[in-house]
């Protein structure tokens, strides 16, 4: 089959990149929250949460682009999708909420800041858990009949769904381990080395377990790996996640600061792309292509132009923040 690259492609690389752009900003700051309270009272947890306030709220522009992308420019694919995982995308964002209050609350309010730490772990847990479970729905398959959701309530919960809530809580754990080795020094530093070496291994094995349990779901995904040619391409991605992982645990052995997040962020990567490879064309896999849920031409393009405009200020301040933060973080805020 051949595919043009059109208006339609074009959005949904746009939304796959606000999503992947989100899944890694956001998925550091969600994966302190999960790992805190391995951190010690005081210094430790101190210096975890200074290490993303200045950018944690501001990393939440993606999700934003993303939802409001994907309601603007596959409106059908919204109108399916959003039925389909109502109770998620609601503990998600309760979840967000219960994070955020708790950040701002916990240095405003020191005599209740154990409560306030809770909050922040229990929001960024369920979170994380939540928005894995929704990509489990998605890639187990939704019901559809006459271009609506035609399914019941808890219809995205399954083994596989809760599985891949799992792989992604433990995934953004990683990310925030790998992160605070980065960013953090001393006891605290140490204490996320160790967690990244064990959140490692645990992150391959869900990828494992994920990527062999998902060709099994729709017989789509098990053409679009293994199948020749293709398989000559596709067998690339579990290639390159052995060669990163590989050179993750000799980064962590060799004591790197930067390095550890740097190939995490490419084992994140391949996970999307193996996600892609699975489900293009479909944006409700194996009923609903991206060219079904595509809004009129026109709309794509006027929405485009705008986003062309958008974007790359969206980019230039956020590297702004990250450049002006670069630094270690100490116990009351930057160096």
């Not at 922040?120 to 398959?141: D, H, K, M, N, Y």
């Not at 990683?174 to 953090?184: C, E």
């Not at 230039?316 to 990250?322: K, V």
Request: with cysteine.
């Amino acid at each position: 089959m051949v595919y043009n690259l059109d208006l339609t492609v074009i959005w949904a690389f746009i939304i796959a990149f606000a999503v992947f752009a989100y899944v890694v900003m956001d998925g550091f700051d969600l994966g302190i929250g999960i790992i805190f309270p391995f951190f010690a009272v005081g210094r430790e947890r101190d210096q975890a949460m200074n290490s993303i306030a200045p950018v944690w709220d501001g990393n939440e522009t993606w999700l934003v682009l993303g939802g409001g992308g994907l309601f603007a420019a596959f409106p059908l694919a919204y109108s399916i999708i959003l039925p389909a995982t109502y109770p998620l995308m609601i503990a998600m964002l309760l979840g967000l909420v219960f994070r955020g209050v708790a950040f701002e609350f916990r240095w405003r309010d020191p005599a209740h800041r154990s409560l306030w730490d809770v909050a922040f772990t229990a929001g960024s847990i369920i979170a994380a858990f939540a928005q894995g479970v929704t990509l489990g729905a998605l890639l187990q398959g939704i019901k559809v009949a006459n271009d609506a959701y035609a399914g019941g309530w808890l219809d995205w919960l399954s083994p596989f769904s809760v599985l891949t809530g799992v792989g992604v809580v433990i995934a953004y754990a990683l990310l925030g381990a790998t992160w605070l080795i980065w960013k953090t020094d001393g006891t605290g530093q140490h204490r996320a080395y160790r967690l990244a070496a064990t959140l490692g291994i645990l992150m391959l094995i869900a990828m494992a377990v994920v990527s062999a349990a998902t060709p099994y779901l729709v017989f789509a995904y098990w053409r679009h790996w293994f199948e020749m040619p293709g398989v000559l391409l596709t067998a690339q991605v579990p290639i390159l996640v052995v060669i990163a992982s590989i050179f993750y645990f000799r980064s962590l052995r060799a004591r790197a600061e930067r390095l550890p997040f740097l190939i995490t962020l490419c084992l994140f990567l391949l996970g999307f792309a193996g996600l892609g490879i699975s489900i293009f064309p479909y944006v409700v896999p194996d009923q609903v292509t991206i060219w079904d849920a595509a809004a009129p031409e026109e709309s794509q393009l006027f929405m485009l132009v705008g986003t062309v405009i958008i974007v790359p200020i969206i980019l230039a301040y956020t590297a702004w923040a990250y450049w002006v933060f670069r630094g270690k973080v100490g116990e009351h805020g930057y160096h």
